[in-house]
């Protein structure tokens, strides 16, 4: 695949606003796309030699002619090896279980924003058992909403959460920055929701997500018979999050002349619609985030300085996972309660090599690529708890990290995470350190289960004597086969 160096996809959908925004997304990276109005379009074109030369399948949830779980299945009985990555309007995570199960190799939603397709299109084109753990299989998955849900114990995320409870008191902008994936809009979600504006609307906007030529219509909305094609008058995201908030995901993709206009909202609280006579006042609390290092886009002259200092009032950066990795147990057992909470889906455990595993990972695409290799293991595991077996690829992106033919024997020689961060939380929701009492109860579970129940093993290890032991088991309520 992948001829004279020009990787082909095939897009299933008949909208040509759609196919317009993919086809444009994909050449950036290289792509060259070809389109199919339905699935027997679709499945004709495997034949042709444009067809025998597929990288990719990007499919619409929805087909005129097949039900899309039959479609991917027909797909892939196919061409068993073509990753088939589908799209959707639908947030639902029944809609991503099935097309798993039957064969998708990803799940994005609409708006697609360009970073995730571009991330999911490269990814096909690597090793095949690298692929599919750095793409958004689980953003559907709904986020946090309280900083008491916001998992991490790690001190410079804490202190960056300490900054943003704060700042949630206030009206003034918030800039988060950070790599993607760590978060950005679940610490956003969070400061709205302990905001005193958290009964009003909470608007999102990915400004990578909207083509250049409409982001000013999205944003501030345009008047009938603004430009060629305005048929009808259009409420802009400023409007409909007045009183609210309006979080703006990948602020540093938005145009300049589009900066210019934010600016004016960010001093004077009024947008002007295009084509409209008059501006309109907004109370609008204004939450940006961005990926890149803003500094580095005002010198290249790509992001105007003065909105640089208007939306970074409150500043917050978010670590990477790979600074973090103490908070990765905590991050699995919370992320797979919430995807034993979706339908088709139950609850599983996870073993300590398979934790040893997760916790080697430097894990590139952060929290979300971390969530969504636990939702595709959760997808296909047939047991009751997550083994090493179930993550292959990131193992296999483990291997390939430590080079070459000696990468396994690197692997295992790699140094196992201790055992206290696989089931030892210091620290609450909140940032407070948790009672001592909550902390010791957990030690001696963990040292029951480490040592298998062995009670005279355990009260060694514990340095403390057998009746020692059976009395603290006593008092704080844990039964001897925890």
């Known amino acids: 695949m992948a001829r004279d160096g020009v990787p082909m996809l095939m897009l299933i959908d008949d909208e040509p606003a759609q196919r317009r925004l993919v086809s444009a ?10 389109f199919a ?6 499945i004709a074109t495997l034949g042709t030699q444009d067809g025998m030369r597929l990288d990719a399948v990007l499919l619409d949830q929805w087909s005129p002619s097949y039900e899309p779980t039959g479609l991917i299945r027909e797909l892939r009985s196919r061409r068993p090896a073509l990753p088939i990555l589908v799209v959707t309007a639908h947030n639902n995570v029944a809609v991503a279980v099935d097309a798993m199960r039957a064969g998708a190799t990803d799940y994005l939603a609409k708006p697609i924003a360009p970073e995730r397709l571009l991330a999911a299109l490269n990814a096909t084109l690597a090793h095949a058992s690298a692929r599919g753990e750095l793409r958004p299989l689980t953003e559907k998955i709904s986020a946090a909403l309280s900083f008491e849900d916001v998992v991490g114990a790690a001190p410079q995320f804490r202190a960056a959460l300490a900054i943003a409870a704060k700042a949630a008191r206030a009206r003034v902008p918030v800039l988060i920055e950070g790599e993607s994936g760590v978060g950005k809009d679940v610490v956003a979600r969070a400061i709205h929701a302990a905001s005193p504006r958290h009964k009003q609307p909470m608007v999102t906007v990915n400004c990578g997500a909207i083509p250049a030529n409409l982001v000013e219509s999205d944003l501030f909305g345009h008047e009938r018979g603004a430009f060629t094609g305005a048929f009808d008058r259009q409420v802009g995201k400023f409007v409909s999050a007045d009183t609210g908030t309006i979080f703006l995901d990948e602020v540093s993709e938005m145009p ?9 909202v960010l001093q004077d609280g009024e947008v002007q619609p295009l084509g409209a006579r008059r501006p309109i006042h907004v109370d609008v609390r204004v939450i940006a985030a961005t990926n890149k290092r803003l500094h580095d886009e005002i010198e290249a002259g790509r992001f105007r ?42 609850s599983l455990g996870l073993t300590d090599d398979a934790l040893a595993l997760l916790m080697q990972h430097d894990w590139p695409g952060n ?13 296909l595991c047939e047991s009751d708890a997550l083994t090493p077996q179930d993550f292959p690829q990131i193992a296999a992106q483990i291997h390939t990290r430590t080079h070459g033919d000696h990468g396994q024997a690197r692997l295992r020689a790699l140094p196992q995470p201790p055992r206290e961060a696989a089931g030892i939380t210091l620290f609450e929701g909140d940032g407070h350190v948790r ?40 008092e704080l309520g844990i039964d001897s086969a925890a």
């Open 435 to 474: 009672p001592l009492a909550e902390i010791e109860a957990d030690v001696i579970r963990l040292a029951i289960g480490h040592y298998r129940g062995r009670m005279t093993e355990v009260a060694r290890r514990l340095g403390i004597g057998r009746s020692t032991l059976y009395r603290k088991l006593a």
């Open 305 to 346: 300085e003065d909105l640089y200092y208007r939306l970074n009032v409150v500043q917050l950066t978010i670590p990477p996972l790979r600074e973090r990795l103490g908070d990765v147990p905590a991050l699995c057992r919370h992320l797979l309660a919430r995807i034993a909470g979706q339908p088709g889906l139950r």
């Open 367 to 379: 929290v979300r690529q971390l969530q969504n290799a636990l939702f595709r293991a959760a997808v």
């Open 25 to 34: 997304l994909a050449a950036r990276a290289g792509w060259r796309t070809i």
């Open 37 to 42: 109005n339905d699935g027997d379009t679709a």
């Open 256 to 264: 300049l002349d589009a900066q210019v206009k934010l600016l004016r």
